[in-house]
């Protein structure tokens, strides 16, 4: 028998994507206690990247939205503070790579990156971030995604820095290695 013979796990593959976490030395969460976490909480297939909080896993419940609220709480419980966190299925996150409106800069992937928008942005709210859009830097919002492409870096960046001030949509940024690393994950857990 091998490996391919045996039974599948059920249910759907997830990314969450934390914001908040583990930035500048505080709200500290090792990744080791983010995967015990999701297991205690029924979870599967667990894995997770990088100390900024992603999290790969299969849950029967086919829900985002709910498991983002259900996520938001335990998290909160568990470590004292409030994260939001975008929870995605594994064909959002496949769109977001296929969409990516920068393929000429995806070599360069600490100069692109995606943030995964509670939303979709208004009219108006586009507008007025275009308006801030001044400095070297291009975006392009594609539903709940909002692309960047940061020539310089997005340390160095002065528009990156006003996204969620002038957006005023929540959300989470992540570079495009981190996207096509949790694109992979996910793959494999799926």
Same mark, same amino acid.
């Given at each position: 028998?091998?490996?391919?013979d045996l039974?599948r796990?059920q249910g759907?593959?997830?990314?969450?994507?934390?914001? /908040?976490i583990?930035?500048?030395g505080?709200?500290i969460?090792?990744?080791a206690?983010?995967?015990s976490?999701?297991?205690?909480?029924?979870f599967?297939?667990?894995a997770?990247?990088?100390?900024? /909080?992603?999290?790969?896993?299969?849950s029967p419940?086919?829900?985002a939205?709910?498991?983002?609220k259900r996520?938001?709480a335990e998290f909160e419980?568990?470590?004292?503070f409030?994260?939001r966190?975008?929870?995605r299925d594994?064909?959002?996150?496949?769109?977001?790579?296929?969409?990516n409106?920068?393929p000429?800069?995806a070599g360069?992937?600490?100069?692109?990156?995606?943030?995964?928008?509670?939303?979709?942005p208004t009219?108006?709210?586009?507008?007025r971030?275009?308006e801030k859009?001044t400095?070297?830097?291009r975006?392009?919002i594609? /539903?709940d995604v909002l692309?960047?492409?940061?020539p310089d870096g997005?340390?160095k960046s002065?528009?990156?820095?006003?996204?969620p001030?002038v957006?005023?949509?929540p959300?989470t940024a992540?570079n495009?290695?981190t996207v096509l690393m949790?694109l992979?994950?996910?793959?494999?857990?799926?």
């Amino acid at each position: 028998m091998s490996s391919n013979d045996l039974p599948r796990t059920q249910g759907k593959v997830f990314v969450a994507l934390f914001s /908040g976490i583990n930035v500048g030395g505080n709200r500290i969460v090792k990744m080791a206690e983010l995967r015990s976490f999701f297991e205690q909480l029924g979870f599967s297939d667990v894995a997770t990247y990088v100390q900024s /909080g992603n999290a790969v896993f299969r849950s029967p419940d086919g829900d985002a939205a709910m498991l983002t609220k259900r996520l938001e709480a335990e998290f909160e419980k568990k470590w004292g503070f409030h994260s939001r966190i975008m929870v995605r299925d594994l064909g959002w996150l496949e769109r977001l790579a296929t969409d990516n409106p920068y393929p000429e800069v995806a070599g360069e992937p600490t100069k692109l990156h995606a943030y995964a928008l509670e939303r979709q942005p208004t009219a108006e709210e586009f507008a007025r971030l275009a308006e801030k859009c001044t400095g070297p830097e291009r975006f392009e919002i594609k /539903g709940d995604v909002l692309y960047l492409h940061a020539p310089d870096g997005l340390g160095k960046s002065v528009f990156a820095n006003l996204i969620p001030r002038v957006l005023k949509v929540p959300g989470t940024a992540r570079n495009w290695r981190t996207v096509l690393m949790l694109l992979e994950m996910a793959k494999a857990g799926g």
